[in-house]
T-cell receptor
Framework: GEDVEQSLFLSVREGDSSVINCTYTDSSSTYLYWYKQEPGAGLQLLTYIFSNMDMKQDQRLTVLLNKKDKHLSLRIADTQTGDSAIYFCAETNNQGGKLIFGQGTELSVKP | EAQVTQNPRYLITVTGKKLTVTCSQNMNHEYMSWYRQDPGLGLRQIYYSMNVEVTDKGDVPEGYKVSRKEKRNFPLILESPSPNQTSLYFC?????????????FGPGTRLTVL
C-alpha cells in the first residue's frame, strides 16, 4: 500500500544547512509536498514538486526528487531558529485530494 | 483573510458523550476533508467531501460521521467518543479535488476522551 517514511528528529546549528529526507512507496505518486507545522498551528504548504521534475528551488528551500529510489529531500539553507518546526512529507496521485503523510521530522535549530 | 477555522481548539470529554467539531472555510472551496494526527503516524484522512451533500470515507472513518449541508461547513461528529479517538484533528480544504490545488489546513482541535 501507500507508505511515506521520515526520520523523526533532526538537530542543526543556526546558519548550517538542514536536509530532511523522505521515502515513499507508491509508484503512482504524482505530486510530492513539504508542509511545515509550527507549535500550536496547522500545516503550512512550503513547496511541492511534480513527479516528472528532479529538483525545485525556492529561495532557501531546495527539493530533490529521486524517482527511481522514491526518495525526496528538503534542504533548508542558512537555517534559522524560526525554522524550528515539524516538517511533513506528503504525496498524492493524479486524482489529488487525499494526502498520504509521513510521520513528520522535528527540526530543532540551536543558536 | 482566506482561512479555515475550527472550533473548539481544545476539548476534554468523557467516553460516550456525543460531540461535534466544526470546520468552516471562506474560500468557496469544493473539496474538504478531516485528518487526525497521532504521534509517529503523521496525518491520516478520516472523511472527505467533494461538494455539498457528497461525502466519502477516508482511511480511518470508524467512529466518525460528517455532513456537508453547506459548501463552507464540514462538521466532524463523534456519536460515542472513545479514548482511542484522543488525537489532534485537522480540517483541510482546497478549490477542487486536484493535485495542483493547494490544500489549506485549519489550526487543529486537540481532543482528549477520558
Amino acid at each position: 500500500g501507500e507508505d511515506v517514511e521520515q526520520s523523526l528528529f533532526l538537530s542543526v546549528r543556526e546558519g548550517d544547512s538542514s536536509v530532511i529526507n523522505c521515502t515513499y512507496t507508491d509508484s503512482s505518486s504524482t505530486y510530492l509536498y513539504w508542509y511545515k507545522q509550527e507549535p500550536g498551528a496547522g500545516l503550512q504548504l512550503l513547496t511541492y514538486i511534480f513527479s516528472n521534475m528532479d529538483m525545485k528551488q525556492d529561495q532557501r528551500l531546495t527539493v530533490l526528487l529521486n524517482k527511481k529510489d522514491k526518495h525526496l529531500s528538503l534542504r533548508i539553507a542558512d537555517t534559522q531558529t524560526g525554522d524550528s518546526a515539524i516538517y511533513f512529507c506528503a504525496e498524492t496521485n493524479n486524482q489529488g485530494g487525499k494526502l498520504i503523510f509521513g510521520q513528520g521530522t522535528e527540526l530543532s535549530v540551536k543558536p | 483573510e482566506a482561512q479555515v477555522t475550527q472550533n473548539p481548539r481544545y476539548l476534554i470529554t468523557v467516553t460516550g458523550k456525543k460531540l461535534t467539531v466544526t470546520c468552516s472555510q471562506n474560500m468557496n472551496h469544493e473539496y474538504m476533508s478531516w485528518y487526525r494526527q497521532d504521534p509517529g503516524l503523521g496525518l491520516r484522512q478520516i472523511y472527505y467531501s467533494m461538494n455539498v451533500e457528497v461525502t466519502d470515507k477516508g482511511d480511518v472513518p470508524e467512529g466518525y460521521k460528517v455532513s456537508r449541508k453547506e459548501k463552507r461547513n464540514f462538521p466532524l461528529i463523534l456519536e460515542s467518543p472513545s479514548p482511542n479517538q484522543t488525537s489532534l484533528y485537522f480540517c483541510a480544504s482546497s478549490l477542487r479535488r486536484a493535485a495542483t490545488d493547494t490544500q489549506y489546513f485549519g489550526p487543529g482541535t486537540r481532543l482528549t476522551v477520558l
